[in-house]
């Protein structure tokens, strides 16, 4: 028997660690079962983490934009 995991399931647990998946995976090797992951599953957790990667790096650039002009207001006020 062949299972397929759909987008939903990997969003919630990208690495396959929760017990539930647990579960799965012992049902697969005593049934001699396979896990079937079909490619647009693979492209769409592809694509929403590379949003999260943009996310995060557009807030880290943003932090560091305003530490920057905080130390700038700071230099200023110690130059005075």
Not at 1 to 9: E, L, R
Request: hydrophobic residues 45%; aromatic residues 4%.
């Amino acid at each position: 028997m062949h299972v397929a995991i759909d987008t939903n399931i990997l969003r919630k647990d990208f690495l396959l660690k929760k017990v539930d998946l647990d579960i799965l995976f012992k049902y697969l090797r005593e049934t001699n079962s396979k896990l079937i992951i079909p490619r647009i599953v693979i492209e769409e957790i592809i694509g929403k983490h590379n949003d999260l990667l943009n996310e995060a790096s557009n807030s880290l650039q943003s932090a560091k934009n305003k530490l920057a002009e905080a130390g700038h207001v700071l230099e200023r006020l110690v130059k005075n």
